[in-house]
């Protein structure tokens, strides 16, 4: 008994590791900052459940592929400021920090006019299994938050698929 308890406290850091600290933390402290706010969570079986409604009423092969992705989606948070940005730039700079040190890496960054967009994933065994959306503006924030078990060849035929319909000859390689 005595070894089960040692062995269970010694697992303890890794456990708390796996968990995106910094992203409840975040998202604690602003989803009660004010009234004006959209915040939800919707655990991953009924992500899994509505995936499932609607792959029913797909039209075509891509859309039922398109839900096939949405699957493998678990967990998901959305933080939105839609009139206001009350998000402190030093708040996000350690929420991005925060998330560096727990593993996650940033996939794409984009910076434009005030916009300030960032992809963060945290992977493991060559799948994406959290994915972290920001996008802050003078007037607005969002925070998405996914837990996956997404593959980079699932996504890259995924943005290929759509920009392939748009008519651009680009192919997207992760």
Same mark, same amino acid.
């Given at each position: 008994m005595k070894t089960i308890l040692l062995s269970a406290i010694a697992l303890l850091p890794f456990l708390v590791s796996a968990?995106?600290?910094s992203i409840n933390e975040f998202y604690r402290k602003y989803k009660q900052?004010? $009234?004006e706010n959209t915040h939800l969570t919707v655990p991953g079986w009924v992500v899994k459940l509505g995936?499932?409604?609607?792959?029913?009423?797909?039209?075509?092969?891509e859309e039922k592929k398109l839900f096939n992705l949405g699957k493998k989606i678990g967990k998901l948070r959305v933080l939105a400021f839609e009139d206001s940005n009350p998000v402190s730039k030093k708040d996000l700079d350690r929420l991005r920090e925060g998330v560096r040190k727990e593993r996650f890496e $940033?996939?794409?960054?984009?910076?434009?006019e005030?916009?300030?967009v960032n992809l963060m994933i945290r992977e493991k065994k060559e799948k994406i299994k959290n994915l972290l959306i920001l996008v802050s503006e003078e007037d607005s924030f969002t925070l998405v938050s996914l837990k996956t078990k997404l593959k980079y060849e699932e996504i890259e035929e995924?943005?290929?698929?759509a920009i392939s319909e748009?008519?651009?000859?680009?192919e997207v390689k992760l």
């Open positions: 968990q995106t600290i900052s004010n $009234d995936v499932g409604i609607a792959k029913t009423q797909a039209e075509n092969e $940033d996939l794409v960054m984009v910076r434009e005030g916009t300030h995924f943005i290929n698929k748009d008519g651009a000859p680009l």
